[in-house]
Each structure stands twice: as C-alpha cells, then as structure tokens.
C-alpha cells in the first residue's frame, strides 16, 4: 500500500474514533433531557462510527499493513440546543466526507484498486449520513427546538420513521 495513502487511512481513524465518542456523549445527553429517541437515533450512529474505523482497521490489516489506533479527547458533555447538537453532527458528517474523498483521490493516484473498492462502500456511506443529518436538521427547524414539535421528532426517531433511518428495535432503550 502507498505509505501516504496508508498514513491517510490512520488518520481518518481519528475522525471515526472522535465522531463515535461524541455521537456516545450526545447520546447520554439526549437521554438526561428526555429525548430518548433523539438518544437512540445518535448511540446508532455511535455504533455506526465504530464500525466504519473497524473497517479501515480490518482493511489494512487484512493487507498486512499497520493499523494505528488513535487517542480519542473528552468529548463536549452538554449543548445549547437539540438543533446545535444536530448542527455539529452535520459538521462531523461532512468532515468525514471530505477525508474520504481525499483518501478515495489518494488511492486513485496510486491505483490502489483494493482501497478503491472500499472508499466507494464509504462514498455511498457518507452521503446516507449526510442525507440523515440535514434531514432531521430540518425538521428541527420546521418544527422547533422545544415542545410539542420536537417531542414529535423524538417520536419519528423513535420509531425509525426518518428519511435514510432504519427502524430501531430498542427504541427508546436505555443507555
């Protein structure tokens, strides 16, 4: 593998790593205002995240290549609003979206087809998530940041009933 696609690869672990440990946080903070499916909808995309840094994990290793695992900072504990919360997770998105990108270049210049193969699976990834995001992002903003329209956006998430999300079996679950 291309050293400077191989030191991209590690360092795209970082995003992951850090979006995972903050979707986690939004989680429990969601959880503590009452928002439970607000907390499911984001502990999902923590589980999401980790998934995504073992599959660059389980690439390089598969090609006998070093996998770095990266320090992970404390991430923020509270937020003004759901809508700031929801803001910063379109912000997440949409830097991981750029790293992959920058990774899927990177590999095409080096012909990696392997790596190609996988950075497309992300491409196609990345654009549900940002897609989820900016959708329940408006409906915020349709339906406001507090009372009865927000409890009923907890509900869709609950139920699974948002654009680009799946149904979720512990709906409303605890932590």
């Given at each position: 593998m291309d050293a400077k696609l191989l030191k991209g690869m590690n360092e795209h672990l970082k995003l992951e790593f850090k979006a995972s440990h903050e979707y986690r946080a939004m989680s429990v903070w969601l959880s503590a205002n009452d928002l439970p499916g607000f907390a499911t909808w984001m502990r999902q995309q923590s589980a999401d995240e980790l998934m995504h840094a073992q599959k660059f994990i389980d690439h390089m290793v598969e090609r006998d290549q070093?996998?770095?695992?990266p320090a992970v900072a404390q991430p923020p504990s509270s937020w003004k609003t759901v809508e700031a919360l929801c803001?910063?997770?379109?912000?997440?998105?949409?830097a991981v979206t750029a790293s992959i990108n920058n990774l899927y270049a990177?590999?095409?210049?080096?012909?990696?087809?392997?790596?190609?193969v996988l950075l497309q699976w992300f491409v196609n990834e990345q654009m549900e998530e940002e897609a989820a995001a900016r959708a329940i992002l408006g409906r915020i903003r349709l339906g406001g940041t507090t009372g009865v329209g927000l409890l009923m956006i907890d509900q869709e998430l609950a139920?699974?009933?948002?654009?680009g999300m799946p149904a979720s079996p512990d709906a409303g679950g605890a932590q």
């Open positions: 070093k996998a770095v695992l803001t910063h997770v379109l912000q997440n998105e949409q990177m590999a095409e210049a080096a012909k990696d087809r392997p790596a190609i139920k699974g009933a948002m654009p």
